[in-house]
């Protein structure tokens, strides 16, 4: 059992996963306890939710009654409709969208950050969001806080980098190359 408060977005964090309570508690502590098999979350000394635990880590347990009416269409928010509003604001942030939701064991769990990321482009617009978006995936880092570190060092204004263009192989009559040593394997242990 104990405190806690919860996020903009209706969750608790209880062992390591998200469960919703009824938004009206914004910013209110709220009591947790749980069993094996039950999470339940107290206010007053009075039960506000119940949800089944959650096997694992970072999973979320959401209860459409928990959100303000207004907000229950993100709840409605697939990966398909997520990916094609990123694709929107440009391709760029259309493939780190995609490859947000494909890095994560289930994509419900990069629903946030691309919400986040929607928020984002509101504030520092599509053309910015996409070039910051290019940028953190030429880092590799299919995430929101790459994005919002770049936005916020302006960073996505910086010329990219382009790649070292490959360098071409070295011939020679000395260079036996990858295949050779191949060849001298199979027929080592042929004898």
Not at 24 to 52: D, K, P, W
Not at 147 to 161: A, F, K, S, Y
Request: charged content about 25%; hydrophobic content about 35%; some cysteine.
């Amino acid at each position: 059992m104990w405190w806690t408060t919860f996020n903009i977005d209706y969750h608790v964090e209880v062992d390591h996963h998200f469960y919703s309570v009824p938004y009206q508690l914004m910013h209110e502590h709220v009591e947790a306890r749980f069993t094996q098999t039950t999470v339940e979350l107290f206010f007053n000394g009075r039960r506000r939710a119940s949800h089944a635990r959650l096997p694992g880590r970072g999973r979320f347990s959401t209860q459409l009654d928990h959100m303000p009416r207004a907000h229950r269409a993100h709840a409605e928010w697939t990966p398909s409709r997520l990916i094609a509003w990123a694709e929107q604001s440009g391709p760029a942030t259309g493939r780190l969208v995609a490859g947000l939701l494909e890095r994560r064991p289930h994509p419900e769990q990069g629903y946030r950050a691309c919400l986040g990321l929607m928020r984002l482009g509101r504030v520092h617009g599509a053309d910015r969001l996409d070039a910051a978006c290019h940028r953190a995936e030429r880092l590799g880092s299919y995430r929101y806080r790459t994005v919002e570190h770049i936005l916020l060092n302006r960073q996505d204004r910086l010329p990219l980098e382009e790649p070292a263009p490959a360098r071409p192989a070295l011939t020679h009559e000395n260079l036996r190359g990858a295949t050779y040593y191949e060849e001298a394997y199979a027929d080592a242990s042929h004898d």
